[in-house]
C-alpha cells in the first residue's frame, strides 16, 4: 500500500524563521492531506491539495504537490512558537477514506 | 459544530481483557475511519464505516472489530488485549466515503499491563 514519508524527520528552528518539510508517497492518489498534532494530540488538518493541483495556500502555509515525483513539500513561513508539533502527511486513495501516513516531521520553534 | 468525540480518554487494562472505544463524529459526517497510533509503527489505518457498513479494513488481526450505528456513532473493539496493543486510537470523520479532509479526535489512550 502507499505510504507518505517526510524528510527530514526533526527540523529546530528559530521563530521566525521558514520550515518546509517534503513528504514522499508510491502509488497513485486523490489527494494529498498534511496534518498536526501537538503531543500525542489528535491530529489537526491543516491542508488538502488534489491530484490536478499543484499548489496551495492557507495562510501561513504553502504545500506544493508534485505527481510526477510524487512528491509533496509544506512550508510555514514565519513560524511561531506555537508551530512546534509534529507534521505528517497522507496520502488518500480513490473512492475510500484509507488514508496512509508518513512517520512525522518534529518541528520545534525556538522563541 | 461540536467537534470530533472519543470516549473514554484513557484506559488501563490487563492482557487478555477485551476494550471498547466509542467515537462520535461531526455531525452530518456518515462516515468513521479508525487509526492506531504507536511509536514504533506510526500511524496505522485500521477500518473505515459508512452508512453502517464496513468498507475497508487494514491489516490487523481479527481481534479487532468495529461497528456503525444508524446516528453514525462507531465503536470499536479490541479482544484478548496484547501488549503490543498499547496505543492512542483514534478516530476520524468525514462527510463521505473519498470526499476529503478528514476530522479526528483527540484520541483515545489504552494501556495494555
Known amino acids: 500500500s502507499q505510504q507518505g514519508e517526510e524528510d527530514p524527520q526533526a527540523l529546530s528552528i528559530q521563530e521566525g524563521e521558514n520550515a518546509t518539510m517534503n513528504c514522499s508517497y508510491k502509488?497513485?492518489?486523490?489527494?494529498l492531506q498534511w496534518y498536526r498534532q501537538n503531543s500525542g494530540r489528535g491530529l489537526v488538518h491543516l491542508i488538502l491539495?488534489?491530484?490536478?493541483?499543484r499548489e496551495k495556500h492557507s495562510g501561513r502555509l504553502r504545500v506544493t504537490l508534485d505527481t510526477s515525483k510524487k512528491s509533496s513539500s509544506l512550508l510555514i513561513t514565519a513560524s511561531r512558537a506555537a508551530d512546534t508539533a509534529s507534521y505528517f502527511c497522507?496520502?488518500?486513495?480513490?473512492?475510500?477514506?484509507?488514508?496512509?501516513f508518513g512517520k512525522g516531521n518534529q518541528v520545534v520553534v525556538i522563541p | 459544530k461540536a467537534g470530533v468525540t472519543q470516549t473514554p480518554r484513557y484506559l488501563i487494562k490487563t492482557r487478555g481483557q477485551q476494550v471498547t472505544l466509542s467515537c462520535s463524529p461531526i455531525?452530518?459526517?456518515?462516515?468513521v475511519s479508525w487509526y492506531q497510533q504507536t511509536p514504533g509503527q506510526g500511524l496505522q489505518f485500521l477500518f473505515e464505516?459508512?452508512?453502517?457498513?464496513?468498507?475497508n479494513k487494514g491489516n490487523f488481526p481479527g481481534r479487532f472489530s468495529g461497528r456503525q450505528f444508524s446516528n453514525s456513532r462507531s465503536e470499536m473493539n479490541v479482544s484478548t488485549l496484547e501488549l503490543g496493543d498499547s496505543a492512542l486510537y483514534l478516530c476520524?470523520?468525514?462527510?463521505?466515503?473519498?470526499?476529503?479532509?478528514?476530522?479526528f479526535g483527540p484520541g483515545t489512550r489504552l494501556t495494555v499491563l
Open positions: 497522507a496520502t488518500a486513495p480513490y473512492g475510500n477514506n484509507r488514508l496512509a
Open positions: 464505516y459508512f452508512s453502517e457498513t464496513q468498507r
Open positions: 476520524a470523520s468525514s462527510l463521505g466515503s473519498g470526499q476529503g479532509e478528514q476530522f
Open positions: 455531525s452530518g459526517h456518515r462516515s
Open positions: 502509488t497513485s492518489i486523490n489527494n
Open positions: 491539495i488534489r491530484s490536478n493541483e
